[in-house]
């Protein structure tokens, strides 16, 4: 089955530096990816929708400059945190659906196992 | 954004029982998906009923849809240890795959 790949499990940084989190889909294509950010005991807030090759959909709220998204290749997105401080601490989690071969036929995502963050 | 309602926000039952989570949502669906959640980690596609359909199962998975009161159910028989997360409901926003989440029910599994 589809597997995604999230790269560091757990990352704890010091105040005003960047983090770089990786989401790989193993053994499919993902045009589209998705980056969430999930509060303790919460459900998951979409932050920002990511395409291949085009600049990354942000939802309201979201600062741009401050998670930055790279889609490269068909593979791979990275979610880079910039300058990051105690309030971006958080599990952030991506996920990613198949351009083929999808269950049903409807748009079922794959998640990677989640990113926790915790900024000094 | 969220357009799904889960509840209860927490349910705790002893093992061999059944669970039954609910899921409310407010705009027309295609499908609806129920995602599992295993503590500090990511989320795993559990089941997809469509909007034609009434019910569905996958083993010990009992999901029903009723689309007149856009109301959803997930019924666990038998319920184990194991099954002991944070299930949520989704349903799709666009054809871009984009998911809009439920709150998520906390299920405890007492052995």
């Known amino acids: 089955?589809?597997?995604?790949?999230?790269?560091?499990?757990?990352?704890?940084?010091?105040?005003?530096?960047?983090?770089?989190?990786?989401?790989?889909?193993?053994?499919?294509?993902?045009?589209?990816?998705?980056?969430?950010?999930?509060?303790?005991?919460?459900?998951?807030?979409?932050?920002?929708?990511?395409?291949?090759?085009?600049?990354?959909?942000?939802?309201?709220?979201?600062?741009?400059?401050?998670?930055?998204?790279?889609?490269?290749?068909?593979?791979?997105?990275?979610?880079?945190?910039?300058?990051?401080?105690?309030?971006?601490s958080s599990f952030y989690i991506c996920s990613a659906s198949p351009k083929t071969g999808r269950v049903s036929g409807a748009n079922v995502l794959t998640f990677g196992a989640g990113s926790r963050l915790t900024v000094l | 954004s969220q357009q799904g309602e889960e509840d209860p926000q927490a349910l705790s039952i002893q093992e061999g029982e059944n669970a039954t989570m609910n899921c409310s949502y407010k705009t027309s669906i295609n499908n609806l998906q129920w995602y599992r959640q295993n503590s500090g980690r990511g989320l795993v596609h559990l089941i997809l009923i469509r909007s034609n359909e009434r019910e569905k199962h996958s083993g010990r998975l009992r999901v029903t849809l009723d689309t007149s009161k856009k109301s959803s159910s997930l019924l666990i028989t038998a319920s184990r240890a194991a099954d002991t997360a944070s299930y949520f409901c989704a349903s799709p926003m666009d054809s871009n795959y984009q998911l809009i989440w439920g709150a998520g029910t906390k299920l405890i599994i007492k052995p």
Request: some cysteine; aromatic content about 8%.
């Open chain 1, 1 to 88: 089955g589809a597997v995604v790949s999230q790269h560091p499990s757990r990352v704890i940084c010091k105040s005003g530096t960047s983090v770089k989190i990786e989401c790989r889909s193993l053994d499919f294509q993902a045009t589209t990816m998705f980056w969430y950010r999930q509060f303790p005991k919460k459900s998951l807030m979409l932050m920002a929708t990511s395409n291949e090759g085009s600049k990354a959909t942000y939802e309201q709220g979201v600062e741009k400059d401050k998670f930055l998204i790279n889609h490269a290749s068909l593979t791979l997105s990275t979610l880079t945190v910039t300058s990051a401080h105690p309030e971006d």
